[in-house]
Structures are given as structure tokens and as C-alpha cells.
């Protein structure tokens, strides 16, 4: 199975994968909407790949089967001061509402 690689032009890190290039029919139209206009990346040979950088690759061939696409989407980004609270200790205090 060899699939194609999009990439958004909304929004940023988001990638778009499909069973044949340039063949959107299987994604939502709402979907399409958010994501903009699809910049093609690559065609990948998914059946041959043991895994991708940022995506579970069973996931992707999974959806790819059944639904026909698959949407990858960024990371959530780190919360920088949650995290500095945590080395603190001082999410462990209780809090004080006002």
C-alpha cells in the first residue's frame, strides 16, 4: 500500500495522509475546510515502513483502511510554567481561590 503525504496550509504541523494522491473524496468536507489547501509532501510505501517520526504507523494504516485518510496533528505543546511549578513542589500546595 503506498499512501500521500499533505501538509496544511492552515495550520502549522499538521499533515494529511490519503490512499491515492490528490484523491480527497474520502475526507470530510469540514475537514478540508480547516485544513486548507493540501500541500503535497510525499508519497510513502506504508506497508513497507516500520514506523513514522511522529505517528503510530498502525494507526495510520488502520485509518487509511477504514476510513481512508488519516490526520496527524501536532504534539500538544509543554506548559513551561506547569512544568517549572512541578520541579518547585508547588502544584502539591493547596490552592487559594479568591
Known sequence: ?????????????????VN??????????QLMALFGVPKFVMVLPI??????GQADINKVRN???EKGFFLQLPPPKE???KQHRRQLG???LPRRDN
Open 1 to 17: 500500500m503506498i499512501c500521500a503525504v499533505y501538509k496544511s496550509s492552515k495550520k502549522a504541523d499538521t499533515y494529511l495522509y
Open 20 to 29: 491515492k494522491r490528490d484523491d480527497f473524496s474520502d475526507v470530510p468536507e
Open 47 to 52: 506497508e513497507k515502513l516500520m514506523q513514522l
Open 63 to 65: 485509518e487509511l483502511a
Open 79 to 81: 506548559d513551561m510554567l
Open 90 to 92: 508547588l502544584d502539591d
